[in-house]
């Protein structure tokens, strides 16, 4: 089962996302939560994206994305150090990590 | 270096840039709309503006200066690229060359410095960033307003690293953190790395807080308040670090990547102690620390990227600093050559003794060749030149002639890598400065001939280099309307070079406008036509070892090829032997060598002899020189290959390759036909070396001479 979440990933919605992906990692067997509606993120959303990943690893499930983001999300998350980790064997699942990109 | 040297060096690397500047004003010119192109040429001329200053060159300096501000006009888009600015920034650049050629001369610097005013305002007027009427120099104001941006170019750059924890309820107070980041990227490199090892779960999270910290490098020119001033608001409330980092500490150590140890120990992540313990284990030091929990893994990624961060800019900066090349003094190198030369000399005499030896001796000896070989093919590889450099500076020459003389004219240039040797390109510019200019006056149309003969307005001039075997071609052609044979027939006569009913091929024909004061055009220009060129560059070329040769067709174009040695030091020859005498011919142009009876071709009239289904001319260098001594029975044909005819040359013996130490022939000898040089060979005798042209011309007029019984 995938999650769908809200078109803004901001400040504004940060509460009521927390706990609904809260609920959806613990309820699922492989949570994956799909990032194609995500219109808008900000500093809050990513710590959000962050701590579902987190969570998933504490609860020994990992927490994976999916979707096409779009181009504006891409260069915000790298811009600010932070970029789209794939899952070797799964070019549509990926994670949300500090930036490992080569200067 | 002491300030003679220091001096020196600037004048050298001006006069490069001067030179350079020419060819990029003229790319400028053709793509202005090229920023690249406009900021090479604003470049040049504020390096020669900052190393004049440099080296007490105050008034280059000055003069330069206000070039810079008229070029930083074009480079900001309030000025716009145009004939008038390309004219006067040559104009410019000549009157810096001036200063720098008078030297020392104090009046002629003085006259120079009266005249810079002058030029700055004619310059400025011409491009319009000056009224006539305004012709008057304040040059105060105009610096003060220009320094600022000045001083920021030649800022250095710093490494600093920022540390910024934003406080908890940074959101709230509606500040984005992110933005803060925008800013700092936007000051130079950047390298941002988020600490995400307090953000919690999101059982535990509070989804308004910010849990997220930074720690940032930025290379850039602005100053520790300049960085601040992007947290002014935030400052208070978060946590803000702002160190420089010791960049130069990390240069010193080159081609190295800075420590990891180093970098965990400035950021504070271990102590000092317990990396030095850490290091006396034999482990890559990120795996011990994470397994001795010395510090965190995040810490350790964290470092290990900043290592690379460091590494890049300090390899870049290396970069700057470490001069890909030094300046060597020609003299040095001309020295080196000759010393190369005496080696390859002595190396030939040691070969010679060692044929008595057996064994170790012969291998050292041929090692020695060896080394020998490599090292006089690098060092005369040091002595060429692209002839690009040569061929760029004609372009402003075409420029200019083609404005003089109302002519449009596109000048194409072929194989600007091409390499040559340094003397050789340098007395090369002599006569293609004459080519071209007989080209542009008397070759290229105007563009309304042109257009009635159905060409089009625009003529096209061609200057092409190539290599072909040990020799390099360079042509110059040009689609104008080509040698007129009538002409040339009817001069020669009049100057009596030729007889009336002469029968002459085209290449005899066009090779008579090398004679002294041979010229057809019918008016004397400033650029040509007093006959005194050709026979000059026909001798220029000749003490280069080279030949000229001319192709043309009447209205359509004409071509002039020169075809000189790649170099003049050392050639690898074929040694031969005619009675006690030894003769050197250039290996590239020596095709085959076959043996051929003497009886069996004394009696025949014509010196011809079959050779591959043909039959080949041939020259006995025995008769040729009327050398002494008994002839064998079999001689040796050295059949050799020049200027797609092929000819062989008749001797007692070949010896074999030979690395030839050319030398010059000087005195008497100068003017002897048949040769080009001498060389000393390993028993100290001389061979000479066979000018293969020449031997050709030298046998056929005496042939002629036999023909015609005189």
């Known amino acids: 089962m995938k999650k769908d979440i809200e078109a803004n990933f901001t400040i504004e919605n940060a509460k009521s996302i927390a706990g609904a992906l809260n609920k959806y990692i613990k309820t699922s067997d492989n949570p994956v939560i799909d990032l194609s509606v995500v219109k808008k993120i900000d500093l809050s959303g990513i710590q959000l994206l962050i701590a579902a990943h987190k969570t998933g690893e504490k609860l020994g499930k990992p927490v994976y994305f999916t979707g096409n983001i779009t181009k504006n999300i891409y260069d915000l998350l790298n811009d600010n150090g932070f970029s789209l980790v794939h899952l070797e064997s799964d070019e549509k699942l990926f994670t949300v990590r500090r930036s490992s990109r080569e200067f | 270096m002491n300030s003679d040297q220091f001096k020196q060096a600037f004048i050298e690397e001006s006069m490069e840039l001067l030179s350079s500047l020419e060819s990029r004003l003229l790319e400028m010119e053709e793509d202005p709309e090229d920023s690249e192109k406009v900021s090479a040429v604003f470049r040049i001329i504020h390096t020669i503006k900052g190393s004049a200053a440099m080296f007490g060159f105050n008034e280059i300096s000055d003069f330069s200066h206000h070039v810079e501000n008229i070029l930083d006009a074009v480079r900001q888009k309030t000025l716009k690229v145009s004939r008038e600015l390309i004219d006067w920034t040559l104009k410019s650049g000549d009157h810096i060359t001036a200063f720098i050629e008078a030297d020392d001369n104090i009046e002629e610097k003085k006259e120079l410095e009266k005249k810079s005013d002058g030029i700055i305002e004619s310059f400025k007027v011409a491009v319009g960033m000056m009224k006539p009427s305004e012709m008057t120099v304040n040059n105060g104001a105009e610096a003060s307003g220009e320094n600022s941006n000045e001083e920021e170019e030649e800022l250095e750059e710093s490494l600093w690293r920022i540390r910024f924890k934003p406080t908890e309820d940074i959101f709230l107070s509606g500040t984005n953190p992110l933005l803060l980041l925008s800013e700092l990227a936007d000051m ?310 030729i007889e009336p009913d002469a029968v002459l091929s085209d290449e005899e024909l066009y090779s008579l406008i090398f004679q002294p004061g041979f010229s057809t055009a019918a008016k004397i220009t400033s650029v040509s036509g007093r006959g005194v060129g050709m026979d000059v560059v026909r001798r220029q070329i000749e003490s280069l070892n080279g030949y000229i040769k001319i192709e043309s067709e009447e209205g359509k174009y004409s071509k002039i090829i020169l075809s000189l040695p790649l170099t003049l030091a050392i050639i690898d020859g074929f040694l031969v032997k005619v009675g006690d005498r030894y003769f050197v011919f250039p290996l590239s142009e020596v095709e085959a060598c076959i043996e051929s009876r003497y009886i069996e071709r004394k009696n025949s009239r014509k010196k011809m002899i079959p050779y591959r289904d043909s039959l080949l001319p041939y020259v006995d260098l025995r008769e040729e020189f009327d050398i002494g001594g008994q002839r064998d029975e079999i001689d040796q044909i050295v059949v050799v290959r020049s200027e797609n005819k092929q000819i062989g040359f008749c001797v007692d013996k070949v010896i074999g390759e030979h690395q030839t130490v050319i030398k010059s022939l000087s005195g008497v000898l100068k003017k002897a036909v048949g040769f080009s040089g001498a060389t000393i060979l390993g028993n100290g005798r001389v061979a000479l070396i066979v000018d293969i042209e020449g031997i050709i011309q030298h046998s056929r007029l005496n042939e002629e001479k036999c023909v015609d019984g005189k």
């Not at chain 2, 940032?216 to 100053?223: A, H, R, S, V």
């Not at chain 2, 081609?255 to 140890?261: E, M």
């Not at chain 2, 080696?343 to 044929?355: D, F, K, P």
């Not at chain 2, 040569?390 to 003389?405: G, W, Y």
């Open chain 2, 188 to 497: 130079g490199e950047h390298l941002f790395l988020p600490k995400l090892d307090e953000i919690p779960d999101l059982s535990e999270m509070e989804p308004e807080k910010c849990y997220t910290s930074w720690d940032i490098l930025l290379l850039t020119t602005k100053t520790m308040n300049d960085i601040k001033d992007v947290f002014i608001f935030v400052e208070n409330d978060s946590e803000l670090q702002i160190v420089e980092m010791p960049l130069d500490e990390f240069i010193t150590e080159e081609g190295k990547p800075p420590k990891l140890g180093a970098i965990l120990l400035n950021r504070g992540d271990i102590s000092e102690k317990a990396l030095e313990s850490l290091l006396k284990r034999q482990k890559r030091l990120g795996q011990i620390i994470l397994e001795n929990k010395s510090a965190s893994e995040e810490a350790v990624d964290m470092a290990l990227k900043e290592q690379s961060f460091i590494k890049t800019v300090t390899e870049k900066r290396t970069e700057k600093t470490t001069q890909a090349s030094i300046r060597v003094k020609s003299e040095k190198l001309d020295d080196l050559v000759n010393l190369v030369g005496e080696l390859v000399t002595i190396h030939a005499q040691i070969e010679r003794h060692s044929r008595e030896y057996e064994g170790d001796m012969r291998t050292v000896v041929e090692s020695l060749g060896r080394i020998t070989e490599n090292l006089r093919e690098n060092t005369m590889s040091m002595r060429l030149l692209p002839i690009g450099a040569t061929f760029a500076r004609f372009k402003r020459l075409v420029r200019d002639l083609s404005a003089e003389m109302g002519k449009s004219i596109n000048l194409v240039t072929i194989g600007e890598e091409t390499e040559l040797d340094k003397t050789v390109i340098e007395k090369l510019n002599d006569p293609l400065v004459h080519l071209i200019r007989n080209s542009i006056d008397h070759g290229i149309e105007s563009p309304e001939e042109r257009i009635a003969k159905g060409k089009t307005a625009e003529g096209t001039l061609t200057l092409k280099a190539e290599h072909a075997g040990a020799s390099v071609r360079i042509s110059i052609e040009d689609d104008g309307a080509g040698l007129n044979k009538k002409k040339i027939y009817d001069k020669a006569v009049a100057n009596h070079l």
